[in-house]
């Protein structure tokens, strides 16, 4: 069990994680602050990859309105101290916890676990065009909730009372059979796991409406074909992880922010365009990408750990004066590497970064580099020459073995 920090479009989680993964250990989390402002957040319903279950507290949360995932069981006394809200609505079924006195508890209908008490805000269906799903309302919008008895979801820009589509709930259709899915033009964001598993989807139209796809939005999406991403601002942690049918990656400039593994085992993509939004390519990335065959990194300032790990295709990488940085192990594995070009401002270069590059004949070190990681040639079989065109740099360890 450890404590972490994680950076959300909505603000920091302070969260500790726990579990092995195992069936009668499952990982999970619980929050023990979230530093945001706004007038609504929406909880994450898991974080790195580990579900949340518990709201230990939400100190430094400005939101005034919180929406607690169906993923919440367990919500401590005390909870809201040292936060400014003053209005939960609960999605799921009512978590162990004493409702607090002073904040308006909304809750959704057919939930169980509730009393006569509770504002309730009502599940809706929607039926229309060969599709179907339930929604809710809050304040005004309208939000999906999760799958009727249609595979194909088509999702119209308002409900028959006018109110607007604006979002996808968290987990709304995780491991359904949905095959395809075509939102409307005023869908903004799609939650948390909201199509985790879906292994039957085959295509997904954003609508050009969609600003925020969060963090393992499509995760485990095996037949998603390839997404047109345009417009989207920030794709979240492990988005696609594991959209084994993607035969390109294009993301777009309007991407300013892009999670840690968003690409992880897309391991069909032949080819990768990132747009001049991103300058850091984060941790995993693109890591088990086995098809890229080439990555052009020009403009990125940092390439993090592993981003590029095990990418056995992978032949050339050009970057650029741009890049300072590269991570742990940020090429390792990719066995057929055979061209690098590093730039003129590259300042340090992280352990193991290109151990089993086993094609990699020669490499240029800039004489801007200031400390190189261990065993950066580590399993090198072929390498023979390299050149630092400065002084010898800080060596953190052995760079062979």
């Known amino acids: 069990d450890a404590a972490d920090s994680y950076d959300s479009p909505d603000g920091t989680y302070e969260y500790s994680k726990h579990g092995?993964?195992?069936?009668?250990?499952?990982?999970?989390?619980?929050?023990?602050?979230?530093?945001?402002?706004?007038?609504?957040?929406?909880?994450?319903?898991?974080?790195?990859?580990?579900?949340?279950?518990?709201?230990?507290?939400?100190?430094?949360?400005?939101?005034?309105?919180?929406?607690?995932?169906?993923?919440?069981?367990?919500?401590?006394?005390?909870?809201?101290?040292?936060?400014?809200v003053e209005r939960m609505v609960f999605l799921g079924d009512r978590p162990e916890m004493?409702?607090?006195?002073?904040?308006?508890?909304?809750?959704?209908?057919?939930?169980?676990?509730?009393?006569?008490?509770?504002?309730?805000?009502?599940?809706?269906e929607y039926r229309g065009d060969g599709t179907s799903f339930t929604y809710y309302i809050l304040d005004g919008d309208a939000y999906i909730y999760g799958a009727l008895d249609s595979r194909a979801i088509a999702v119209p820009d308002e409900d028959p009372d006018g109110h607007p589509f604006v979002g996808v709930d968290s987990e709304a259709f995780r491991d359904g059979d949905v095959t395809s899915v075509v939102l409307g033009a005023n869908v903004a964001?799609?939650?948390?796991?909201?199509?985790?598993?879906?292994?039957?989807?085959?295509?997904?139209?954003?609508?050009?409406?969609?600003?925020?796809?969060?963090?393992?939005?499509?995760?485990?999406?095996?037949?998603?074909?390839?997404?047109?991403?345009?417009?989207?601002?920030?794709?979240?942690?492990?988005?696609?992880?594991?959209?084994?049918?993607?035969?390109?990656i294009e993301i777009p400039d309007s991407v300013a922010g892009l999670g840690g593994g968003a690409f992880y085992i897309c391991r069909s993509a032949t080819s990768l365009e990132l747009g001049d939004g991103?300058?850091?390519?984060?941790?995993r990335a693109f890591g088990y990408c086995s098809s890229l065959e080439s990555v052009d990194m020009t403009g990125m300032k940092v390439i993090g750990e592993s981003a590029f790990i095990s990418c056995t295709s992978l032949r050339s990488v050009i970057l650029d004066s741009s890049t300072m940085s590269i991570g742990d192990s940020a090429f390792s594995g990719c066995t057929y590497l055979e061209s690098v070009e590093l730039g003129d401002s590259l300042a340090s270069l992280g352990g193991q970064v290109f151990?089993?590059?086993?094609?990699?004949?020669?490499?240029?070190?800039?004489?801007?580099l200031e400390s190189i990681g261990e065993r950066v040639f580590f399993h090198c079989n072929n390498l023979t020459d390299v050149y630092f065109e400065g002084d010898m740099p800080d060596i953190l360890g052995d760079l062979l073995f």
Request: proline letters at 3%; hydrophobic letters at 35%; charged letters at 25%.
């Open 20 to 84: 092995s993964g195992s069936d009668t250990n499952p990982y999970w989390s619980e929050i023990l602050s979230l530093s945001c402002r706004g007038d609504v957040v929406f909880l994450q319903s898991s974080l790195e990859g580990y579900g949340v279950t518990t709201v230990t507290s939400l100190s430094g949360c400005e939101a005034g309105t919180v929406i607690v995932p169906r993923t919440v069981t367990s919500v401590a006394d005390g909870a809201l101290d040292d936060s400014s």
């Open 98 to 124: 004493d409702i607090p006195g002073d904040v308006d508890v909304v809750v959704l209908e057919g939930t169980s676990g509730w009393d006569s008490s509770q504002e309730t805000i009502s599940l809706s």
């Open 189 to 248: 964001s799609i939650g948390t796991r909201a199509f985790y598993g879906c292994e039957s989807l085959e295509t997904v139209v954003m609508g050009g409406g969609v600003r925020d796809i969060r963090d393992e939005a499509f995760r485990y999406c095996i037949n998603l074909e390839d997404v047109d991403l345009d417009g989207v601002r920030t794709i979240g942690f492990e988005a696609f992880r594991d959209c084994r049918s993607f035969t390109s």
């Open 278 to 283: 991103v300058d850091t390519v984060p941790e």
């Open 355 to 368: 151990s089993e590059c086993r094609m990699l004949v020669t490499l240029t070190f800039p004489e801007t």
